[in-house]
């Protein structure tokens, strides 16, 4: 079982709706959770972290988090086409390990 | 930006082949990673480093071997390079006790032929 789960997609979403995506992992120790979010031939770049259960907002993006459920989700607001990217979720599991999904598509058609 | 940068940015080389990928950071932070990056396995780590000469293997270490011998510098060598070390391979920094952040250069693009 891998450690991070994702739905590879592609998910697509029209411009100005929600979009939702969706992570599950393995260890019941992991202590951090990260979203990244990486355009094609790019590196990933942080979008946001989460440590505690419930939401975090940061603008038009929310991560929310369920240790007992063990997942972790990302939501994207008033979504825009600059928004279309790979999204990965991370986690980690200690102070040095951390674990990455596959990634989701997401494609904001305008 | 976080201050890292990696090079050669892009690379074709021989099958068996040494390759030497460097990534330098100007952040002074103690742990560097090696990622490698493809299709349908995301992004898997190869070797860490947590100080100056003070490095661990990851889960896709066969094949490859780091060092750190300057605080701002992560080498990672292919012995002998094969097709399947054919990749995308990311430097990152941060990390440790706390699980902080960790982020990413810009990447190594290796194409083995």
């Known amino acids: 079982q891998k450690e991070v789960e994702q739905n590879s997609g592609p998910l697509s979403v029209p411009e100005g709706a929600i979009a939702s995506l969706n992570c599950t992992y393995s260890d019941r120790g992991s202590q951090s959770f990260f979203w990244y979010r990486q355009y094609s031939g790019k590196s990933p770049e942080l979008i946001m972290f989460i440590y505690s259960n419930g939401d975090k907002e940061d603008g038009r993006f929310t991560a929310q988090l369920n240790k007992a459920s063990q997942y972790v989700s990302l939501l994207i607001r008033d979504s825009q086409p600059s928004d279309s990217a790979t999204y990965l979720c991370a986690v980690n599991v200690s102070g040095n390990q951390f674990y990455f999904g596959t990634g989701t598509s997401l494609t904001v058609i305008p | 930006d976080a201050g890292i940068t990696q090079s050669p940015r892009h690379k074709v080389t021989e099958t068996g082949t040494p390759v030497t990928l460097r990534c330098h950071q100007t952040?002074?932070?103690?742990?560097m990673y090696w990622y490698r990056q493809d299709p349908g396995h995301g992004l898997r780590l190869i070797h860490y480093?947590?100080?100056?000469?003070?490095?661990d293997k990851g889960e896709v270490s066969d094949g490859y071997s780091v060092s750190r011998s300057k605080t701002e510098d992560f080498l990672l060598t292919l012995e002998s390079a094969t097709s399947s070390q054919t990749s995308v391979y990311f430097c990152a920094i941060g990390g440790g006790t706390g699980g902080n952040t960790i982020y990413f250069g810009e990447g190594s693009w290796l194409t083995v032929v």
């Open positions: 480093s947590y100080g100056v000469k003070d490095t």
């Open positions: 952040e002074n932070h103690r742990y």
